[in-house]
């Protein structure tokens, strides 16, 4: 019978196990698989290639964002470079200006030693899609970004992807979203990315990526370099993405209400220059988010009036918020995206899309609302 969200999240991939039955799969720590004949085996043969954890949690996966086929990976970042191994020497990948840190110093200073071209773009679909060339073969979105929160209309996007470069995939970084607040292959695009290391993780606990897809050919080679490099997650990291993954419908939408209370208690405090954050009318994308988001999302950035010294001021006085690199956990942390995850972002860059001094990232966990506003007033009258 068809299931919504929060029931394949529970039960997607994740039949009882046959042996003894147990509720909940159990984790499969075995590198390798006995087999009864040469090649005879009962699914797995060896944990690179493929292991009963790490099927679940591709199955779970792809089930929630209607994808055929889900990847997992070693870290968001090895997800990131499966899918970029599509591109081969005298290709061209165009993404969008003001990516995730990270991602942005793979294609910078990685693709171009395997003869990969990419090149950046404003994220605004006309503006982008002047950019694209005749040897463009994938398109590079995220969206919201990370830290500033702008989205791209990915069904424009879309529309214009298709009809100026049909040759190129199109891949959307859904990790701030999470499959709860967007279906972004539902939207047209051709492959969803994650960092399972922030909402489906949603503990701190575990580092780990997955690519969702429905198209064979794109999904044939993503598989066959998951094995061929082997930059897999192990059993018990897939074990733990898909225990967190299970609570993502409810930890989202708690995420999201403490949000926006938080981002309209910033917008009014005098300490505050500005603040991103889809959910609050003045965010430049506030209609596209609520047309195409389920919800605002539970991440916002701020920038303080006093730059720099009055951002690390803020971020060494919070008692609640943990200072602290990620996000998307059920304990709230507060980062400063340009000497943190940026950092490897060349300061000419951050400046031109808005990452400045004085702007810090919060992603607002589970703990008591009250208790959160508390320690964000008290940081911002240090
Ligand atoms: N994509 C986004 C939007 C991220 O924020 C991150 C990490 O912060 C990544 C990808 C990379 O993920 P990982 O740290 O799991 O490699």
């Known amino acids: 019978?068809?299931?919504?969200?929060?029931?394949?999240?529970?039960?997607?991939?994740?039949?009882p196990d046959p042996g003894y039955c147990p509720a909940v799969q159990p984790i499969y720590q075995a590198s390798t698989y006995v087999q009864s004949g040469f090649n005879e085996h009962k699914g797995f043969d060896y944990s690179r290639t493929g292991n009963p954890n790490r099927a679940s949690l591709e199955t779970c996966l792809a089930s929630l964002e209607g994808a055929k086929y889900g990847v997992a990976f070693g870290s968001g970042l090895a997800a990131v470079d499966g899918?970029?191994?599509?591109?081969?020497?005298?290709?061209?990948i165009l993404g969008i200006?003001?990516?995730?840190?990270?991602?942005?110093?793979?294609?910078d200073q990685?693709?171009?030693r395997r003869g990969v071209e990419v090149s950046f773009a404003p994220s605004d679909p006309e503006s982008f899609a002047k950019h694209l060339r005749a040897n463009t073969v994938g398109v590079w979105l995220e969206s919201p970004t990370n830290p500033l929160l702008n989205l791209v209309d990915l069904k424009a996007m879309v529309a214009l992807v298709r009809d100026r470069a049909p040759q190129a995939w199109m891949c959307v970084d859904?990790?701030?979203?999470?499959?709860?607040l967007q279906q972004p292959l539902e939207l047209g695009v051709d492959i969803s990315l994650h960092s399972t290391t922030?909402?489906?993780?949603g503990h701190s606990d575990v580092v780990g990526g997955a690519v969702l897809t429905s198209r064979d050919d794109l999904h044939e080679w993503i598989r066959f370099y998951q094995n061929a490099v082997g930059a897999v997650p192990g059993p018990f990291d897939c074990w733990l993405a898909l225990r967190g993954l299970r609570t993502l419908a409810v930890r989202m939408e708690a995420h999201v209400q403490r949000a926006q209370a938080i981002a309209r208690f910033l917008e009014s405090h005098p300490s505050v220059e500005r603040v991103h954050y889809p959910g609050l009318e003045s965010h430049p994308h506030h209609a596209l988010a609520q047309r195409q988001m389920r919800g605002p999302g539970g991440i916002i950035s701020f920038s303080v009036k006093g730059g720099l010294e009055k951002a690390r001021a803020v971020a060494t006085?919070?008692?609640?918020?943990?200072?602290?690199?990620?996000?998307?956990?059920?304990?709230?942390l507060i980062c400063h995206p340009f000497s943190m995850t940026h950092h490897a972002v060349p300061a000419d860059v951050k400046l031109a899309t808005g990452i400045g001094e004085g702007l810090l990232r919060l992603s607002i966990g589970l703990e008591d609302p009250d208790d959160l506003v508390a320690d964000l007033d008290q940081a911002l009258g240090a």
Do not use: C, W
Not at 97 to 107: A, K, M, Q, S
Not at 174 to 180: K, L, S, V, W
């Open 97 to 107: 200006e003001g990516l995730y840190g990270g991602t942005y110093r793979l294609f």
């Open 83 to 92: 899918v970029a191994s599509l591109a081969k020497p005298g290709d061209h």
């Open 198 to 201: 922030k909402y489906v993780g």
């Open 174 to 180: 859904n990790t701030f979203a999470t499959p709860y």
């Open 110 to 112: 990685v693709l171009p």
């Open 317 to 332: 006085s919070t008692k609640v918020f943990l200072l602290a690199e990620s996000l998307g956990a059920v304990e709230s």
């Open 1 to 15: 019978m068809p299931v919504k969200f929060a029931t394949k999240a529970i039960r997607a991939g994740q039949d």
